[in-house]
């Protein structure tokens, strides 16, 4: 009888370092992880709303912003320069990097037919709130 419950006792004991191998061993490979950043829009539009310069704020509604946040992030990631694709990805090589001036002369472009009361410099002051916003969320990285 006594045999038994000492092979209970290690038994439990094994299992029980086993485990906590284990789950350490997880534990510190998640830690080392970087995060994975997460967008939500609303979100971005207030943060970029919030540090838009006053001149910009009057006259810039909050769903203006959430237009150009849309094409602006469309723009990132399925046009010619997907940053945000191919941040975490090893196998595609280094990030690519896009022309703040291409992204604010061809989201000017595009809200010439739909928001004709923003400008380019309006638009400008979107674009870099917006890119301070994805640095914050860990999306991008600042440079």
Do not use: C
Not at 71 to 94: M, S
């Amino acid at each position: 009888m006594l045999v038994v419950v000492v092979v209970l006792v290690l038994i439990v004991a094994i299992s029980f370092v086993v485990a906590a191998v284990v789950v350490g061993r997880e534990a510190r490979r998640l830690g080392a992880q970087r995060k994975r950043p997460i967008y939500r829009l609303e979100d971005a539009v207030e943060h970029v709303a919030d540090r838009l310069p006053f001149e910009v704020a009057a006259q810039v509604t909050h769903e203006d912003v959430r237009i150009l946040l849309r094409w602006h992030l469309n723009a990132l990631q399925f046009e010619d320069g997907a940053i945000l694709a191919v941040a975490d990805d090893p196998t595609v090589g280094d990030p690519l990097v896009v022309s703040d001036r291409d992204a604010v002369a061809a989201l000017a472009r595009r809200a010439r037919a739909t928001l004709p009361e923003v400008t380019t410099p309006q638009i400008q002051a979107v674009v870099d709130a917006h890119l301070d916003y994805l640095v914050a969320i860990g999306a991008i990285d600042d440079v």
